[in-house]
């Protein structure tokens, strides 16, 4: 008869006896289950052949099947003392005859039973032809982490512990490091530190095109690699069955076979290990070598794919404070434009900011300074700057004050919107209200603009409520949210045909608010665009009345030969 005897990944001995027909593989329904991921499900098969010897084949395995030391590429016919490699694992075939099996194996055992017993090893090791297995267990030593008690060598102990050591270096570096590219060189730095690899590659997930794009790629000098390629079979692997990958001689690895990388590249040991965030793949590492084969065992992909796990934490932290910080840039954005109080629900999803023109029942509202153009030309530009700024800062509190949103700043004209975009309930009266509120903001600027020695502006304000496009418009190189349609032009011809200190609304406007403001009917009034005369109302205001003396007394400090009728704008 015939066993095979190998040392399991648990540091014990094993002994299997061979049937006429022996599956080995990954599978529980394997003959001989080896629990090893370089091991196929069905990886190999051993055969009873008619003359009682023994055949080995290999069932078309990834990683394939050696016998000492050689890759199997047909079936072998089995030796006394024949080393067989299946992964990580090395077993041995060993014939035996029938009725002195045992007593050799207890007269072996008597003799070297204190031997057997100081160094750990069950008898039945030293049975392999007579070989001494202390190279086999040095074998599985590089290949696994065994308990301290198991492990023979010193070396083995030091070799582990720099490993764990600079993994944890990454760990406790990483914390301060922020920028994205810096800290994926940090990683493949510290995996150079730990495998004995000629170049290192970081492919993170790309959401825009859903594909695994090279971030970094370093040979072990730490010099750029210019168009690296890794091998589409190895990304196959890794990502869709999410393995971690180790293959010690690539050029002879049938997984690869038909990968043009792999040979164009000469990559012989490679190991490829995913980074995994919350069971999704959210890039991988691969390490590789040019020159020898056999570089990287099974110990090192355990030590990888746990360095893997804690570079792939490292880099989704990065990713979430790079993300607070764009999100922190678009409240900010979102801040000048939308009312304070509103930007959270914006950014929940509470409300939608629409992304093409939609139509929208809303209030817009404009307001700009009476004279600005000729305070431009008669004032130093730094005033004129200083009072924009400071004008357009009231303007705006005021705005939000009131739920509005702002929708841009043309010179001196301020443009706000209610309703489009940003629902708000009573958008009409808000905006009047708003509008009430800029009057007396003016009134404050003016009265510190008097204590100062500077004249008086006023401004004129127009509002008009009703149907409206509202969506983000432009290029595709610039693009801004807005408000078009009949109703916003209204808008602008009310603003422009108001006195100073004077609000001019719709009938649609006064219609939503007339139970709230105080609104005064004027003459029907013609306006650009329209054919016939529209219905316009006046709202009272605390400025309304001291508007024109406000516009008078400006006129007078800066433009001594303007007579009254230049004040009519209308």
């Given amino acids: ?55 080995l084949y290999d069932l078309n395995s990834r990683n394939g099947t050696l016998v000492n030391g050689k890759q199997i590429t047909t079936p072998v016919r089995l030796s006394d003392g024949d080393e067989i490699e299946l992964g990580s694992h090395i077993l041995r075939y060993v014939e035996q005859e029938a009725g002195t099996a045992s007593s050799s194996a207890m007269k072996l055992s008597q003799n070297i039973a204190q031997d057997s017993r100081n160094s750990g090893f069950h008898a ?55 920028d994205l590219n810096t800290l994926l060189r940090l990683i493949l730095e510290k995996a150079f530190c730990i495998f004995n690899a000629d170049r290192g590659a970081i492919l993170l997930h790309d959401e825009e095109t859903d594909t695994m794009a090279v971030k970094i790629a370093m040979t072990k000098d730490m010099r750029p690699l210019v168009n690296y390629k890794i091998s589409e079979t190895l990304l196959e692997e890794v990502i869709h069955e999410k393995n971690a990958v180790l293959s010690s001689d690539a050029l002879q690895d049938n997984r690869f076979s038909s990968s043009h990388s792999i040979v164009c590249d000469n990559i012989r040991s490679t190991m490829c290990v995913p980074l995994i965030y919350e069971g999704e793949i959210t890039g991988l590492i691969n390490l590789d070598t040019q020159i020898a084969t056999g570089v990287f065992k099974e110990k090192d992909l355990q030590i990888l794919t746990g360095f893997a796990r804690q570079a792939s934490l490292n880099i989704q932290r990065n990713r979430l404070i790079s993300a607070m910080k764009r999100q922190a840039i678009v409240q900010d954005n979102l801040r000048r434009i939308i009312s304070p109080h509103l930007i959270n629900d914006v950014l929940n999803g509470k409300i939608k900011l629409e992304k093409s023109g939609s139509r929208h029942n809303a209030t817009v509202l404009f307001a700009d300074i009476r004279g600005f153009t000729r305070m431009s030309e008669e004032n130093p530009p730094e005033e004129i700057v200083a009072l924009i700024n400071d004008y357009c800062e009231r303007m705006v509190e005021c705005i939000f004050r009131h739920e509005g949103s702002l929708d841009k700043f043309v010179g001196d004209e301020v443009m706000a919107v209610w309703g489009a975009g940003v629902p708000v309930e009573n958008h009409a009266l808000h905006a009047v209200q708003c509008a009430v509120d800029m009057m007396s903001a003016i009134d404050k600027l003016n009265d510190e603009r008097e204590r100062q020695g500077k004249p008086r502006i006023a401004i004129g304000i127009g509002i008009a409520s009703g149907i409206m496009i509202a969506g983000y418009m432009g290029s595709t190189q610039a693009m801004s949210y807005t408000v078009l349609g009949d109703t916003v032009n209204l808008g602008a011809r009310l603003c422009s045909s108001a006195q100073p200190g004077e609000i001019l609304i719709n009938r649609a406007t006064w219609e939503s608010v007339k139970q709230d403001a105080v609104c005064t009917p004027l003459p029907p009034m013609m306006v650009k665009g329209k054919t016939a005369p529209i219905d316009i109302f006046r709202v009272a205001s605390k400025s309304t009345t001291s508007g024109e003396d406000a516009y008078e007394q400006y006129l007078s400090s800066v433009l001594p030969s303007c007579q009254p009728l230049a004040k009519d704008k209308r």
């Fill in 1 to 55: 008869m015939a066993i095979l005897l190998y040392y399991s990944t648990t540091g014990k001995w094993c002994e299997y006896t061979l049937r006429h027909r022996t599956s080995i593989g990954r599978l529980p329904t394997q003959d001989l289950q080896l629990l090893d991921r370089m091991v196929s499900k069905e990886h190999a098969e051993i055969r009873l052949e008619a003359d009682g010897s023994y055949m």
């Fill in 124 to 178: 039945a090791a030293l049975l392999v032809n007579n070989r001494d297995p202390h190279s086999i267990r040095q074998r599985m030593e590089d290949a696994h982490f065994l308990p301290e008690s198991e492990i023979s060598s010193i070396e083995v102990l030091r070799r582990d512990y720099e490993k764990l050591r600079v993994a944890a270096e990454l760990s406790a570096e990483a914390v301060g490091v922020f």
